[in-house]
């Protein structure tokens, strides 16, 4: 049960876009449409912000957006706001029926 | 509003054992998996363990298997974790949550501290 990879940090200007890369393997990421991401401000609890790859649950922004290529995922800010400062993880589901998680990416807002 | 509310963490010696509970309010328990994700100060979610709706099937993490066990009262709408042969890289916040859309957890509790140390 290794855990996906993900970069230390992120960071970019109000109005910016951001991508976070979540790599995993044949066995995880790449085998199934079952990734999401969360989000996680420091002191609170975290927050599904993506599920299925790309689907957004009600109420968050559009400007929360995934996608998937092989094994990898990606989660993508557009519009960069102050309030995304935060730390963002993905999870995977995997052939042992299992689940994993990225050791997540701290975004900040310059 | 749906709501997930976690008890029984604390400190405990190393080899000892804790219960950890998860009262569900405002939904209906059997119908969702639920999940216990955990989160070392400072450090990242890690998933621990799930259980199906009517109880019949449990995963656990590598790390946890064969000391901590999983388990649920739908009649009383609460999810439990026996956490088994404590060490002190067990400690953390041990979160309870809900399994929404598919393959994610959907509702979070706000979390029960776990610390193993003499």
């Known amino acids: 049960q290794s855990a996906l990879t993900q970069p230390p940090s992120v960071s970019g200007s109000p109005g910016q876009s951001v991508a976070i890369s979540c790599t995993g393997t044949?066995?995880?990421?790449?085998?199934?449409?079952?990734v999401s991401w969360y989000q996680q401000p420091p002191g609170t609890v975290p927050k599904l912000i993506i599920y299925e790859v790309t689907n957004r649950p009600s109420g968050v922004p559009d400007r929360f957006s995934g996608s998937k290529s092989g094994n990898t995922a990606s989660l993508t800010i557009s519009g960069l706001q102050a309030e995304d400062e935060a730390d963002y993880y993905c999870?995977?589901?995997?052939?042992?029926?299992?689940?994993?998680f990225g050791p997540g990416t701290r975004v900040t807002v310059l | 509003d749906v709501q997930l509310v976690e008890s029984g963490g604390g400190l405990v010696q190393p080899g000892g054992s804790l219960r950890l509970s998860c009262a569900a309010s405002r939904f209906t328990l059997s119908h969702y998996y639920m999940h216990w994700v955990r989160q070392a100060p400072g450090k990242g979610l890690v998933w621990v363990s799930d259980i199906n709706g009517d109880g019949t099937s449990t995963n656990y993490a590598d790390s946890v298997k064969g000391r901590f066990i999983i388990s649920r009262d739908n009649a009383k709408n609460t999810l439990y974790l026996q956490m088994n042969s404590l060490r002190a890289d067990d400690s953390a916040v041990y979160f309870c949550?809900?399994?929404?859309?598919?393959?994610?957890?959907?509702?979070w509790g706000q979390g029960t501290m776990v610390t193993v140390s003499s």
């Open positions: 999870s995977s589901y995997t052939s042992s029926s299992t689940y994993v």
């Open positions: 044949s066995s995880d990421v790449g085998s199934y449409n079952r």
């Open positions: 949550g809900r399994g929404g859309p598919v393959a994610a957890v959907d509702i």
